[in-house]
């Protein structure tokens, strides 16, 4: 009774909406030619604007050494979360969220050492044995 229910619901509603974009067709192409002349207008003052405002606008900064550092660890840290929380077809694992994969990368990031790296800490004991 219901699934009837809104099912006629649904059809009232797309041929409410069909009849709807019918008169806004037919209004837009009432309106078209007073339209299209305001709109050649339009353009020509955006051009003269752009050409105006080209010489003035600055080359963006660079962003700094340690910015784009962060950048890439960020990013290869990223990598590896969805390595670890990701199976092989691509989709998430059981129990895990995009949330779970951002924390991990952030976690990661703020680790420090990358692969082949020692810390000194580490160095220091085994050098003393």
Do not use: C, W
């Amino acid at each position: 009774m219901a699934a009837a229910i809104l099912a006629g619901f649904k059809q009232g509603v797309m041929a409410e909406a069909k009849r709807q974009s019918v008169m806004v067709g037919k209004e837009v192409v009432r309106e078209l030619p007073g339209a299209l002349a305001d709109t050649g207008a339009l353009v020509n003052q955006a051009l003269l604007f752009v050409e105006e405002t080209a010489e003035v606008a600055q080359k963006p900064k660079r962003r700094s050494r340690a910015a784009r550092s962060a950048d890439k660890k960020l990013s290869a840290a990223f990598k590896e979360a969805n390595r670890r929380y990701r199976k092989k077809d691509g989709s998430l694992r059981t129990g895990r969220t995009q949330a779970d994969i951002a924390k991990l990368a952030h976690k990661l990031r703020k680790k420090g050492t990358t692969k082949g790296q020692v810390r000194k800490t580490a160095r220091r004991a085994f050098e003393r044995r």
